[in-house]
């Protein structure tokens, strides 16, 4: 394995064209395998990161869901980052956990590429799909901020659909686009994934044929989403900060920096995370770094985006209030 891990993509092109490369018959992931004696406390770390994950998503989805008073284009978008958190986060986490208790980090060449493809997939689409619903979010505070008597016509129930159906459609073109390259690689000789999980660019690193067009339309696919989304981030919050300056109440500022607060450090933790993974080519890359970033936006970041809006929005916690205080009434 050590062996075959030395081994360069060009070693491996030669050894293909001599007739002697084979398909492996499995990888070695090394995952965090650098930090032996820890594994356990990493397998208690991020099983607790996954299960506060599902219960603050489920719950924050549950309780848009019973309480009226949330039935609202913010909350309608909020229900959909939730359920969004929900799938990118096991997309990943149960490999990753299963993988920190075994000895052996060895997966068949098989279950490798499924998980390759269905990362590039699924996780592709459900992270491309957030770019663009936060990008929605960030409108729906524009229109509410800037535009409050044209508020219930902008964003009616219909409009509000079509633009969560146009983020997942995005998503899943980013996805199938990225797929489709994928589907042009081959792997033999080398075997060893510097990572956690049968992810993009450590794959590539591995492929018998040139992966310079994989990185490539990752680079600009990539680059294109973000900068779009980011833009229109960028733009409406122009905007909202023009017209929140221009206010002579002090309160109405502060309400209005308030519904935008939780909404920005969601945007910030998301995209600087995706940023920091995508924004370079994969060859010139710390993996440690990597693997940092890929926990980050793959566990840490869906696990706190229920919490941030649930402690920061006053809208959410009385709410919650309400719905204890009726169960509570119920029990007696």
Not at 84 to 105: A, F, H, N, Q, W
Not at 230 to 242: E, K, N, P, R, T
């Amino acid at each position: 394995i050590l062996t075959a891990s030395r081994l360069s993509c060009s070693t491996c092109i030669r050894m293909a064209a001599k007739g002697n490369g084979t398909p492996s018959a499995h990888f070695v992931l090394l995952g965090f395998s650098e930090q032996g004696n820890t594994q356990v406390v990493l397998f208690m770390v991020f099983l607790v990161i996954y299960v506060t994950t599902l219960l603050g998503n489920v719950g924050l989805l549950v309780l848009i869901r019973l309480v009226a008073q949330l039935h609202t284009p913010m909350y309608f978008f909020l229900s959909s980052l939730a359920f969004l958190d929900l799938c990118c986060s096991s997309c990943i986490t149960p490999r990753l956990l299963r993988d920190l208790l075994d000895e052996e980090k060895v997966i068949s060449h098989a279950a490798c590429l499924t998980q390759f493809y269905f990362y590039f997939y699924f996780y592709v689409a459900f992270a491309t799909t957030e770019c663009y619903l936060l990008a929605a979010m960030a409108y729906d505070r524009y229109v509410a901020i800037c535009r409050p008597l044209l508020y219930s016509l902008s964003m009616s129930r219909g409009i509000c659909v079509l633009l969560v159906g146009g983020s997942c459609l995005a998503g899943v073109t980013n996805a199938t686009l990225h797929t489709g390259l994928a589907l042009g690689l081959s792997f033999c000789g080398p075997n060893v994934i510097d990572h956690f999980y049968c992810e993009g660019p450590p794959l590539f690193a591995l492929s018998c044929t040139d992966p310079a067009p994989n990185e490539l339309g990752m680079f600009l696919m990539a680059g294109f989403n973000l900068a779009a989304t980011i833009l229109a981030i960028l733009l409406s919050y122009g905007f909202i900060l023009a017209t929140v300056l221009g206010m002579r109440s002090a309160v109405g500022k502060r309400r209005a920096f308030s519904t935008c607060a939780s909404h920005l450090a969601v945007v910030v933790l998301f995209y600087g995370s995706l940023v920091s993974m995508y924004s370079r080519h994969s060859s010139r890359s710390s993996r440690e770094r990597d693997k940092v970033a890929s926990v980050f936006y793959t566990m840490v970041t869906p696990m706190l985006n229920p919490f941030i809006y649930s402690l920061r929005n006053q809208e959410v916690k009385a709410a919650l209030r309400r719905l204890m205080g009726r169960k509570h009434s119920a029990e007696k």
